[in-house]
């Protein structure tokens, strides 16, 4: 094909220039429209990268969540609610781990009890049986073989007997036992004569231990571990003996860290550490406290203090590795180093015997528990336990008009 330089007609069968430019627009045109057919490309709104889970994100919606800050808020707000929920969630699983825990426990100690010969209290056989109801309280009377005096004066003192002791237990939730392990020689006469008072009164908490004035740590933790099998309660309080206890404001200090988790109770106090042998209190461990002249950790005093139910369960679930000072006081204090427990610090649970106690009694400030700081108890408690009541006491009706 030739070009020719001529616009007239084509006699030679030639194209002329202008059908030549025409032939190529044409081309042109539909290669374009055959390209935007085979070709086109995706709208902004079908863009899809892909997000954290492997989803496809609409565009539209992120220049939306750009410029849209309620839509935004919006998301942020599902966030922080499902945020929330898992924290909820957690808090359930704690609880619901914590129950198990205690389920565990009370397992291992009956156990350990059939195991060992030991006897197996009726409340346990009766929670077993009919389910755990809940409590405000287990006070356990740390209480020795020779003490027969001192049970005595308090149970015709501060502690309910007979029928008003099971209303207490029914009405206002609070249990009371004696605490008392077995002797060396399991059966032997001192260990019939706790049988035959029990018998008689029906107020022990027998447990799984040797009883002895150096082993006090150790019966500290067997009786903790016990109890949180036995009952399911909130507190769960060691008190000596030889102190006066008001039942009612007791209940009151107590229920007001009810709601508290991890709570260690009573009159907190940091004394010395004894180096010297011979002496009361000695330490025979004084090196771990570093140089002489050092004073313990922060603790509560033996005399009377409460823990609550997380605490007594963390006991029991790791008595087997908790380590036992010769101070059961100090023992116990130690044993919560590293947690996270509140210490309450209230002097009501540390009154002394009168005038100290009848003063703040006529004041309205009622003590919880009373005893002399030289005596470590109630001096010569068998016969002045009952001036401390007389004088220090809250009054039967403030036990069962108390609400807890």
Request: net charge neutral; aromatic share 10%.
């Amino acid at each position: 094909m030739s070009w020719r330089k001529g616009g007239g007609g084509g006699g030679d069968g030639g194209v002329s220039r202008r059908w030549a430019v025409l032939l190529c627009l044409g081309s042109f045109c539909l290669g374009l429209l055959f390209t935007n057919r085979m070709w086109t490309l995706p709208e902004a709104n079908e863009i899809a990268p892909p997000n954290g889970n492997g989803e496809a994100v609409n565009a539209r919606q992120l220049v939306a969540a750009e410029c849209g800050p309620k839509k935004v808020q919006q998301h942020d707000y599902k966030d922080i609610l499902r945020v929330q929920d898992t924290h909820h969630g957690v808090q359930t699983l704690d609880k619901t781990i914590a129950s198990l825990e205690t389920e565990l426990s009370a397992a291992r100690s009956l156990q350990e009890s059939l195991l060992n010969g030991s006897p197996v209290a009726e409340e346990f056989k009766l929670s077993e049986s009919i389910g755990r109801r809940k409590y405000l309280m287990v006070i356990g009377i740390n209480t020795a073989f020779s003490s027969r005096k001192r049970r005595d004066s308090i149970r015709y003192t501060w502690m309910p007997q007979g029928e008003k002791r099971k209303k207490l237990e029914e009405e206002k939730g609070i249990i009371i036992r004696f605490v008392i392990g077995h002797s060396a020689i399991s059966g032997g006469i001192v260990d019939r004569a706790i049988e035959a008072e029990d018998r008689k009164h029906n107020d022990f908490m027998r447990i799984d231990h040797v009883e002895g004035y150096l082993a006090l740590s150790g019966k500290t933790k067997t009786y903790f571990a016990t109890a949180v099998s036995l009952w399911d309660a909130d507190f769960y309080v060691k008190v000596d003996d030889d102190v006066h206890v008001n039942i009612a404001t007791l209940g009151q200090i107590l229920s007001n860290h009810a709601l508290k988790p991890r709570v260690y109770i009573g009159c907190m106090k940091s004394g010395p550490v004894l180096t010297e042998k011979g002496v009361r209190y000695y330490e025979p461990e004084h090196w771990k406290f570093g140089e002489p002249g050092n004073k313990y950790f922060r603790h509560a005093t033996g005399q009377l203090y409460a823990i609550s139910k997380d605490l007594a369960t963390y006991i029991s679930i790791n008595r087997h590795v908790l380590h036992k000072y010769i101070n059961e006081d100090v023992s116990l204090g130690s044993w919560f180093i590293g947690l996270d427990v509140e210490h309450i610090d209230d002097r009501r649970l540390c009154c002394g015997t009168p005038p100290d106690c009848e003063w703040k009694a006529q004041a309205g400030n009622t003590c919880a528990a009373s005893f002399d700081w030289r005596c470590s108890g109630i001096c010569n408690s068998e016969g002045r336990i009952w001036e401390v009541h007389n004088k220090c006491a809250e009054g039967e009706k403030a036990l069962w008009n108390a609400t807890f």
